[in-house]
């Protein structure tokens, strides 16, 4: 594993053991993250990619029975912390989801949903048209504000929800397989936005596709599925640089992923 | 097929065979299953027909503004206050409920659906729904009118709301948990606390299913008889919320065997009424859920 | 409030402009959160309330009269006589050929509805018209009865109690008001009940199962008999419960139908008196002691309509669990 600078690092995720109820989900995963670089997670289905990224805003805490062992160090603070308040953890780390899930609302109130929630008391159009260049999609819904935000096409309502994500400029961005819903070119649009967000924010992002790491990401996450303990256990196997790890893995299970050996 | 038959006889006979036991027995079941159908459509047809037979030609101005004739009027009269007295009494208990049965169904459906008081409260309403409404006119005789020491339209309306606080609460609950589980993912990963997510998102995008629920108790609650005999009873003069109330179902039952035959026309008359205040009821209620079904 | 300028220190929000929760937002997700117990709570509180209620009032009236009551047919008010086995009876016999007719209907219906008989459209015609009839007000289909059924009715009851006097289903003649009419007007009232949730049992049966009857060359018919209503067996007698729980509980129709007379008698054609009846009629004019014989015979009721209701929903749910499992 390549050494990292430490204080390049935004976010330290040490995830020791992740439950479901019982069931082990994740072990002896040690992510860390830095700023303003992309971090691509890749593995096989079901090693626990997303559990851990969706760990880091603390959306599994809606999932019943989850439990989390380890931490997680945002800046100086560790965001498992008793005294964390997990809603304004998910206020510094947006979050972009698999399936485009704009709200039933006008395009200008779904990118204004975050300001108005975070009480911004600035100017709420300029803010807007910001969040939606920034999301590369004013030039598209420039004259349609206030149609409903369900009326776009996918690929239109991912960058509506990245523009509504990024509207209260969070630090830390976290996108669970963002593509996974679009066509080609509607992923090729999010993938040059995504190399232009890094510039101001930090992104993390799950993907099944391998191309698509090599494409963005900076760094890259290799998680597999440990079936020796009769469970179905995700971990990481290893994690460097992109490529460094696409050209020369360490770890024998990363060549053969890698290889299409298995998927 | 004939061709096939003739051609090779060994070849088992696939032609429909109409006289054969099997097949003849599935044309009995059939008729017999349609003649089923046409018959139980036949009460409907035949109320609505009576309806707007017997009572049809007393709808005027007059059945609408008039209070009831007395026993030896011959002519005239109307059912206004019956009119008012129903929509007060059903308004008082949809005030009470929908609140009620809406924040329940946030909790059962949301914040907390797997906890024991959920399970517990799920199970009371659905046990509720299916108490015999008198039961209702029972527990409200029980604690209004015998502490408030009179019949009262506010003891009508507890009534009602006991028998409608169930429908509406697990409609609501129901159509909470059909909202896409991506919207509340989106609110939350937003940054939303749980009530935040509740009403900015949530409660928005279930409202049509709601408000179907709550329109159809409400048509359930304007039909019911049964609660108000003994909580609100009846009275032959304008409302007056803590005195005895009239309703229109009250009003059709203590007509119908009256042998005042202006008394027992108002009673076929606000049978039509009753019956067409709940089929709109009704039909409102399926447009709004087939538009959002869209 | 520690805690929260701590928090508010660590997450930075130098350049960003997400800020915390305000103490608001907390103080009203919390309220609100708070609230939605209350009232969840209030719910089980509810019911608890009324069966505690209704019981307190009827406790008096148990002590004295105790079990007797129930199987007394005696009713003097002067006395101070009371008994409701005729009740009792008249509830449970009106309920169950209620259940007999307005079963039967229900599920051929529902078969009807559900398995590809009609086109599209007349299918929804035909399955609003069952759920109007569920709209239609009781007191409604009580006047109907009083007015179109009995005399509708009359001749041919006369002539099945002159030629079948002997049979103890007709030994009574016919005077309009009575368990027939009371049973047949009860038989439409539950009929889309159990219409509506056998329903949704037959189409809860997997397209598979039926596929599997037609592949073994079965007729349309005895892939229903033998494949499609067994399969769904669970589900349609939920409903024949629950469309029982409805029957015991309906007042008003009853009420002006049934002739309410304290008779016990398996006769079609002879008045009765139900539960619900009872109680509709002799509330208002009750006194102390009387209403306390109310309540209990209230608290009668509640138990026979929780038992059925419970019942059915203990058998709709396990029979949909065990679907789900499969």
Known sequence: MNTLLQDDIILDCRADKIFYSDFLAVRDSHVPIRKNQITGFIGPSGCGKSTVLRSINRMNDLIRGFKFFGSIQFHTMDIYNKKVDPVAVRRNIGMVFQQPNPFAMSIYENVAFGLRLNRFKGDMDNQVEKALRGGALWDEVKDKLKKSGLSLSGGQQQRLCIARAIATEPQVLLMDEPCSALDPIATRQIEELMLKLKERFTVCIVTHNMQQAQRVADQTAFFSVDLSIGGRTGYLVEMAATKELFSNPQEQLTKEYLHGDFS | MNETKNDLLQLPNLERQPFEPRALKSILLSTITIICAVLACVPLFSVLVMLIYRGGSRISLELFTALPPTAFQFDGGGISNAIIGTLFMVGIAALITIPFGVLAAIYLAELGPYSKVATIARFSAKTMSGLPSIIAGVFAYAIMVITMGGYSAWAGGVALAVLMLPTILLTAEETIKMVPKRMKEAAFGMGCTPSQSMTKVVLPMALPGIITGVVLAVARAAGETAPLLFTAIFSEYALEPNDPTASLAVLIYNYSNSTSENQLELAWAASLVLVVLVFILNMVSRWIGSRTRK | ?326
């Open chain 3, 1 to 326: 409030m520690a805690a929260e300028n701590r928090e508010e220190s660590i997450l930075p929000h130098a350049e960003t402009l997400a800020a915390p929760p305000t103490t608001v937002d907390k103080i009203f997700d919390k309220c609100f959160r708070t609230l939605t117990l209350v009232f969840t709570w209030a719910t089980v509180l509810l019911l608890a309330f009324i069966v505690f209620r209704i019981g307190g009032q009827a406790l008096p009236a148990i002590k004295e009269y105790g079990l007797g009551l129930l199987v007394s047919s005696d009713w003097d008010v002067n006395n101070n006589q009371f008994g409701i086995w005729p009740q009792i009876w008249g509830t449970l016999y009106s309920s169950l050929l209620a259940l007999v007719l307005g079963g039967f209907f229900g599920i051929t219906i529902a078969i009807f509805l559900t398995q590809d008989f009609l086109p599209h459209k007349l299918e929804i015609i035909l399955k609003n018209i069952v759920e109007l009839l569920a709209a239609i007000p009781s007191v409604v289909y009580g006047l109907w009865g009083i007015y179109v059924l009995i005399p509708i009715l009359q001749p041919t009851a006369d002539k099945l109690h002159s030629s079948f006097g002997w049979f103890p289903l007709f030994s009574t003649s016919f005077s309009g008001f009575g368990m027939f009419s009371a049973a047949l007007v009860l038989s439409i009232m539950i009929l889309p009940t159990i219409a509506a949730i056998s329903q949704d049992a037959l189409r809860a049966v997997p397209g598979k199962t039926k596929e599997a009857a037609f592949g073994m060359g079965t007729t349309r018919w005895e892939a229903i008999l033998r494949v499609i209503l067994p399969t769904a067996s669970g589900g349609i007698s939920g409903a024949l419960v629950l469309g029982l729980g409805r029957a015991l509980g309906e007042t008003m129709a009853l009420a002006m139908l049934v002739g309410n007379s304290a008779t016990v008698s398996l006769s079609l054609f002879s008045p009765a008196s139900t539960l619900a009846a009872l109680l509709a009629l002799n509330f208002p004019e009750a006194d102390l002691n009387q209403t306390g014989v109310l309540m209990y015979a209230a608290c009668t009721l509640l138990l026979i309509t929780l038992v059925v209701n419970m019942l059915g929903t203990l058998i709709i749910s396990t029979t949909t669990t065990k679907g789900g499992e499969r």
